[in-house]
T-cell receptor, first 114, second 110 residues
Framework: AQSVTQPDIHITVSEGASLELRCNYS??????LFWYVQSPGQGLQLLLK??????LVQGIKGFEAEFKRSQSSFNLRKPSVHWSDAAEYFC????????????FGSGTQLTVLP | DGGITQSPKYLFRKEGQNVTLSCEQN?????MYWYRQDPGQGLRLIYY???????QKGDIAEGYSVSREKKESFPLTVTSAQKNPTAFYLC?????????FGPGTRLTVT
């Protein structure tokens, strides 16, 4: 069975600093991977996705993520964090079955200090 | 504008009452999903539907029911059998591989 692990429950960074959120997955084949962001009381917004090809994917809001098969990782990065980036971030993997079900990590809460 | 709407945003019910959460999409997506979100637990799949008049249980279907009579609509009923119904409920739909989410409904049962 597939699984997604986000090792950091909570991360605090200063505005303008760089950011890296970790995501590790367990899956028997090449996964489809996603990063979503959720502001308090809101739905999830898709930041970026990896299906195949170039292992460095660009997303919205200046985010990028790198797929590393050897490390089973899909870490999210941003060179300079803005106060508006404070939110909860979820890494997710899609199953290979026809139902295309998403398996989510437990999320990383990001706090941005002024 | 295409998207997913969920109503209401906040819902309050007394214990023992059934309650139905609405989810509508105009993205022409075949598949729709219901998730439950609790603090520190991420999202857990309740039910999903890949086509009209068909749906499947997810990981935590007990105490919930759904219907899919129209492509655009996938309502979720939280029954009195659900032991801990207070949560944030998210609906999603997908065309191929990406899932798009609605704004959610926060249900409080007292």
């Amino acid at each position: 069975a597939q699984s997604v692990t986000q090792p950091d429950i909570h991360i605090t960074v200063s505005e303008g600093a760089s950011l890296e959120l970790r995501c590790n997955y367990s899956y028997g084949a090449t996964p489809y991977l996603f990063w979503y962001v959720q502001s308090p009381g809101q739905g999830l917004q898709l930041l970026l996705k990896y299906f195949s090809g170039d292992t460095l994917v660009q997303g919205i809001k200046g985010f990028e993520a790198e797929f590393k098969r050897s490390q089973s990782s899909f870490n999210l990065r941003k060179p300079s964090v803005h106060w508006s980036d404070a939110a909860e971030y979820f890494c997710a993997l899609i199953s290979s079955g026809s139902a295309r079900q998403l398996t989510f990590g437990s999320g990383t809460q990001l706090t941005v200090l002024p | 504008d295409g998207g997913i709407t969920q109503s209401p945003k906040y819902l309050f019910r007394k214990e023992g009452q059934n309650v139905t959460l609405s989810c509508e999409q105009n993205l022409n997506h075949d598949a729709m999903y219901w998730y439950r979100q609790d603090p520190g637990q991420g999202l857990r799949l309740i039910y999903y539907s890949q086509i009209v008049n068909d749906f499947q249980k997810g990981d935590i279907a007990e105490g919930y029911s759904v219907s899919r009579e129209k492509k655009e609509s996938f309502p979720l009923t939280v029954t009195s059998a659900q032991k801990n119904p207070t949560a944030f409920y998210l609906c999603a739909s997908s065309g191929r591989n990406e899932q798009y989410f609605g704004p959610g409904t926060r249900l409080t049962v007292t």
